[in-house]
């Protein structure tokens, strides 16, 4: 065979090599729950953040293992807005979002165990904050557009298919 002929033939299985798509890896239930008892603001695996966003099998187990461990989830919560006010029931807490520069996050209803972190969902999107201690029975959260964490967490909680879970 010519140098010629070997070269092209080598072209030829590299490109239907890089065609075929690489296996997606199996994400098992240590790896998920690892992601989802972490602390707001650590280190992610790229693996499995990938893997909850792209497979929808992935999600639902993640979602799922966030659901048992927190104080109070709704995996589609319902909201009602009046136009400058947002607020929304997530299990016995009341999440109130007042416009202004910045928005804040009010957080009421906090028992013998407050929450320390707000995770939501809305598709393929998720954020991870960490909330402060209560403070005359309320949480306060800046959600300020500088932020894009905050923001995001705001545009989210804004939105009734979105997913909330308070850990």
Known sequence: MSDEARLLAELHATRALMREPAPAPRIGHAALWAHATRAAGNPVDLI???????????????RTLL????????????????????RRRVGPFELEIL??????LILRGVEERPPRTIEAWLGDEGVRLDLAPPVEGAIVLALDPA?????????????????VFLL
């Open 48 to 62: 499995v953040v990938r893997a909850i966003r792209t497979d929808p099998g992935v999600a639902r187990r993640y």
């Open 147 to 163: 932020v894009p964490e905050a923001e995001a967490l705001g545009r989210m909680l804004r939105d009734p298919g979105s997913a």
């Open 99 to 104: 416009e202004g520069t910045p928005p804040l």
């Open 67 to 86: 659901g048992a461990q927190a104080i109070a989830h709704a995996p589609l919560a319902a909201a009602a807005s009046d136009g400058a006010l947002l």
